[in-house]
Each structure stands twice: as C-alpha cells, then as structure tokens.
T-cell receptor, first 111, second 115 residues
Framework: NAGVTQTPKFQVLKTGQSMTLQCAQDMNHEYMSWYRQDPGMGLRLIHYSVGAGITDQGEVPNGYNVSRSTTEDFPLRLLSAAPSQTSVYFC??????????FGNGTRLTVT | DQQVKQNSPSLSVQEGRISILNCDYTNSMFDYFLWYKKYPAEGPTFLISISSIKDKNEDGRFTVFLNKSAKHLSLHIVPSQPGDSAVYFCAASGGSGGSNYKLTFGKGTLLTVNP
C-alpha cells in the first residue's frame, strides 16, 4: 500500500500565483485533513473532510480552498499565494476513529 | 492561546535510560490524547494514545500517563534507543468520541538518544 501520497514534494511560488497541492490515499479512509507546520509551531489544522462531498474549516483556513469529490483525493488550493503561506504542508487520513496516517509533506516557499 | 503545551523544546538522554516527555493542556473539553513521532523529511507517525477514562496506556517500550486534575500527560520510553531520536508531538481532541477530528498539536520536543 502506498498510504498517503503528497505531490509535489517541493514548490516555489511567486506572490499572487495559485497552485494545488495534491493528496491521495489508498486506504479507503473516510477522514482526510490538511495541516501546516511552521518553525517553532506545532501542526495547525487548515481544512478537513469526513467524507466525499463534505468539508469543513480548521484553525487556519484563510487563503486555502479544498474539495472532496472522491474518497481517495483531497486537494488543497492556494488561491493567491502570500509569503505567510511559506510552510510545510501535511495531508493526513484515517478511519473516523483511529490513528491519523500522514503523508511526507510538501515544502512550499512563496517569494 | 496555546491549548497544548510542550515546554521542553529538546531533551537528551543516554541509550538504555528512561526518556520522559511532558505535555500540558488547558482545554477541559479535551478527552483524547495522542503522541506522534516525526523524523526529518517525513510525516508524523502515530505512537500511542489515551482516552480520558484511563490514566495509563502501555505499548511495548512506550507508556503514556494522564493526570486529568493537573491537565498533564507524559510519555515514557524505556529503555531509550538511538532510533528513538526524533521530534515528539503531543496532540489532543475533544468531544469527538476518540476520533482524530480537529487535533490540536503541541510545538514538539526534540529527543536525542546518545549511544
């Protein structure tokens, strides 16, 4: 099993550009979520989904959009990148109860 | 306001000794607590969890203790091994029946186990 796959691993954007961070899981997990990790900070929840067609906001949702059209995929869209969005982004999935499985992260730099 | 606090940014122990990582929380609604371990350039991996109805949970070398009155939990690793060197995150959730919904993470503690 591949588990949780995130692409790309690294990305550099200019301020104002948009992009989509991809996340796919092959474990048939209902729950998927996006976190960001900044230096000296814990992981902070951006958006989450409890199933296809259902999404909700986490702690730091501003500047990001998500959709969940299938169980497997949960892309994160940056609408207009800002330097404050420079971070490492982690996608995670799980059954509705049980441990979160994380991807290996996308390191994003916005200049 | 930080709801989950790991006040020690780093901890260094000798191989074979006990490692104790601490975590405090402020939100009384938290009822499920987890520890994750993270190596560089990898995502966090689940280590152990505890529900608020328990005060101890053990899994091999790892034991988590929960003191609800003090809003404090700790992770004990015995014996510590060099491969345990990683960043350890404490996380908590509340009101969701033990699920991972809306986990709140601490800032992490870097554990270094010296051979």
């Amino acid at each position: 099993n591949a588990g949780v796959t995130q692409t790309p691993k690294f990305q550099v954007l200019k301020t104002g550009q948009s992009m989509t961070l991809q996340c796919a899981q092959d474990m048939n997990h209902e729950y998927m979520s996006w976190y960001r990790q900044d230096p000296g900070m814990g992981l902070r929840l951006i958006h989450y989904s409890v199933g296809a067609g259902i999404t909700d906001q986490g702690e730091v949702p501003n500047g990001y959009n998500v959709s969940r059209s299938t169980t497997e995929d949960f892309p994160l869209r940056l609408l207009s990148a800002a330097p404050s969005q420079t971070s490492v982004y982690f996608c995670a999935s799980s059954l509705l109860t049980g441990a979160l499985h994380f991807g290996n992260g996308t390191r994003l730099t916005v200049t | 306001d930080q709801q989950v606090k790991q006040n020690s940014p780093s901890l260094s122990v000798q191989e074979g000794r006990i490692s104790i990582l601490n975590c405090d929380y402020t939100n009384s609604m938290f009822d499920y607590f987890l520890w994750y371990k993270k190596y560089p350039a990898e995502g966090p991996t689940f280590l152990i969890s505890i529900s608020s109805i328990k005060d101890k949970n053990e899994d091999g070398r790892f034991t988590v203790f929960l003191n609800k009155s003090a809003k404090h939990l700790s992770l004990h690793i015995v014996p510590s091994q060099p491969g345990d060197s990683a960043v350890y995150f404490c996380a908590a959730s509340g009101g969701s029946g033990g699920s991972n919904y809306k986990l709140t993470f601490g800032k992490g503690t870097l554990l270094t186990v010296n051979p």
